[in-house]
């Protein structure tokens, strides 16, 4: 947004979410807490922030932030989205050196807080729950999963789509395709859960 620097409109696209999502604003703990940066650091965005007219503190009490009516009618989370290729080891699948290029997206596709990897899904294993070849798929990367969630996972040197569920001492990595058959796994390589799916005609 002009006139803000880049770390000010994270600031602020952050308040304005926990506001919406929690029904109050956070505290200027939890959002030095969530950046991983001093209080003093974050206390000097706010101050910055009310400056230029898009925040209000009130004082004497905790959760005091106020973003300003305006910003909140216009505002809208925007990121740039890394598309990955074909290197699927372990080590480098996530890796710089396998962004084959980005996109841009916004609200409701991805929201402020959060990380981000994309990739252009291969083949029909998922096309019972709407995901197509070709499809591109919006992910955010992590390790676990619940049962249910829509998985991206590395198995012998192939990157698969398929609906996690954990089975006694195992994992089983379901399709939504009677062409595909079930995967009954000791281990898992998670890298991501699918999060939203894009498509174009």
């Not at 109050?24 to 974050?42: D, Q, W």
């Not at 925040?55 to 505002?75: I, T």
């Not at 996109?103 to 291969?122: M, Q, R, W």
């Not at 197509?132 to 698969?160: F, R, W």
Request: hydrophobic share 40%; aromatic share 8%.
């Amino acid at each position: 947004m002009k006139g803000l620097t880049a770390r000010q409109k994270e600031v602020l696209d952050y308040i304005s979410v926990f506001t919406e999502e929690q029904g109050f604003p956070p505290t200027v703990r939890e959002v030095s807490r969530h950046f991983g940066i001093s209080l003093k650091a974050i206390q000097d965005h706010i101050t910055a922030l009310q400056k230029k007219g898009f925040l209000a503190q009130l004082q004497k009490r905790a959760r005091s932030l106020s973003v300003s009516s305006e910003f909140r009618k216009n505002s809208s989370f925007v990121v740039s989205v890394p598309v990955l290729g074909s290197i699927v080891d372990a080590d480098n699948f996530l890796s710089k050196k396998n962004v084959v290029n980005s996109i841009t997206l916004s609200e409701p596709f991805v929201h402020t807080g959060h990380s981000y990897f994309a990739f252009k899904v291969v083949g029909a294993s998922l096309s019972g729950a709407g995901i197509l070849d070709g499809d591109i798929a919006i992910c955010e990367p992590v390790q676990t999963a619940s049962d249910g969630q829509i998985v991206i996972a590395v198995v012998d040197s192939a990157v698969m789509l398929r609906r996690f569920r954990k089975e006694d001492d195992r994992v089983l990595l379901l399709s939504e395709n009677p062409d595909y058959k079930p995967l009954s796994l000791q281990n898992v390589d998670i890298k991501g859960v699918l999060v939203s799916v894009l498509r174009g005609y």
